[in-house]
């Protein structure tokens, strides 16, 4: 993905961040998760009093492109960003659930409020998966 693209979807994850419902955390999360003929679906976190209820922003994203009927052939990669300088990647609920939809060989793409980013595979986020046959 080329640095114009890249930006695009760190403001379009930014954005997405703006919706979360984060009370608890106060912690914004934002996802942008980019189909192959170029749309953006996005996600935020969105917490609960159950704190275990929380829902983050990278399955908000991809439960949002199911429901709205998109298919996982469809999927191309997905772009998170977090608020400070600091990266983070995902957490591990959420990378068992990217690699249920996506490929192996898709992109992670980590923004933050920094000029860095960090991109890993998605083999690369969860060797060794659980996948039933
Ligand atoms: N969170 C995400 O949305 N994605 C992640 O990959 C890690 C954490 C959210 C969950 C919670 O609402 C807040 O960040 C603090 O953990």
Known sequence: MNQATLEKQKEYAKTAASHA???????????????????????CNVENASYGLTNCAERTAIYAAIAQGIKPEQFAAMTIYMPGDKLYSPCGACRQVIAEFFPANAKVHATCDAEHTQSWRVDELLPGLFSLP
């Open 21 to 43: 419902y984060n009370r608890y955390s106060n912690f914004a999360v934002g996802a942008a998760l980019s189909l192959k003929d170029g749309r953006l679906i996005p996600g």
